[in-house]
């Protein structure tokens, strides 16, 4: 009978040990919960999920407006390189009796050397205006001195 005694109050021990372990755990459950309702939210409270929804939404959103703006970046660098960017001017006098320096050689150019040169003549019979295509820093046609000069100023500038 002894025997019977010891064998119930072991198992009594061992019951009540299970008994603290598992308040113990559902205590830390509860923790957990309570820890997570915080962190998430609930469905009539959401938190962090309706955060990192909206969050992801408006990634997603930044990310298209980014590409746009590249896109835009990009097409405003190659319309900068086709524009012109150097301008230099050149007024002269090329025939002693007009009086003043009213005739001009003007040279435009965009990044790569590449547009025009204007000039006019001006004399008491009218004005003349000439205009010659430049390409890499060259003209086909023959350049006046003047002209030469408003491209070296163009570069210069």
Same mark, same amino acid.
């Given at each position: 009978?002894?025997?019977?005694?010891?064998?119930?109050?072991?198992?009594? $021990? $061992? +019951?009540?040990?299970?008994?603290?372990?598992?308040?113990?755990?559902?205590?830390?459950?509860?923790?957990?919960?309570?820890?997570?309702?915080?962190?998430?939210?609930?469905?009539?409270?959401?938190?962090?999920? =309706?955060?990192?929804?909206?969050?992801?939404?408006?990634?997603?959103?930044?990310? =298209?407006?980014?590409?746009?703006?590249?896109?835009?970046?990009?097409?405003?660098?190659?319309? $900068?390189?086709?524009? =012109?960017?150097?301008?230099?001017?050149?007024?002269?006098?090329?025939?002693?009796?007009?009086?003043?320096?009213?005739?001009?050689?003007?040279?435009?150019?965009?990044?790569?050397?590449?547009?025009? +040169?204007?000039?006019?003549?001006?004399?008491?019979?009218?004005?003349?205006?000439?205009?010659?295509?430049?390409?890499?820093?060259?003209?086909?046609?023959?350049?006046?001195?003047?002209?030469?000069?408003?491209?070296?100023?163009?570069?210069?500038?």
């Amino acid at each position: 009978m002894e025997l019977y005694i010891w064998l119930f109050i072991g198992s009594l $021990a $061992a +019951v009540a040990a299970v008994l603290v372990y598992a308040f113990l755990l559902h205590r830390q459950l509860r923790e957990f919960k309570d820890r997570f309702k915080q962190f998430f939210g609930t469905k009539k409270n959401p938190h962090l999920s =309706t955060i990192v929804m909206k969050n992801s939404e408006t990634l997603k959103k930044m990310n =298209t407006d980014i590409q746009q703006l590249y896109q835009a970046a990009s097409d405003l660098h190659e319309m $900068a390189i086709r524009s =012109t960017q150097k301008v230099g001017v050149n007024f002269y006098n090329p025939y002693g009796d007009t009086g003043g320096t009213f005739s001009f050689s003007i040279a435009m150019l965009d990044s790569g050397d590449n547009g025009i +040169v204007v000039s006019s003549l001006h004399t008491r019979e009218g004005t003349r205006v000439y205009a010659k295509e430049i390409l890499k820093g060259k003209s086909k046609q023959h350049l006046t001195e003047e002209e030469m000069e408003a491209l070296r100023r163009a570069n210069l500038e």
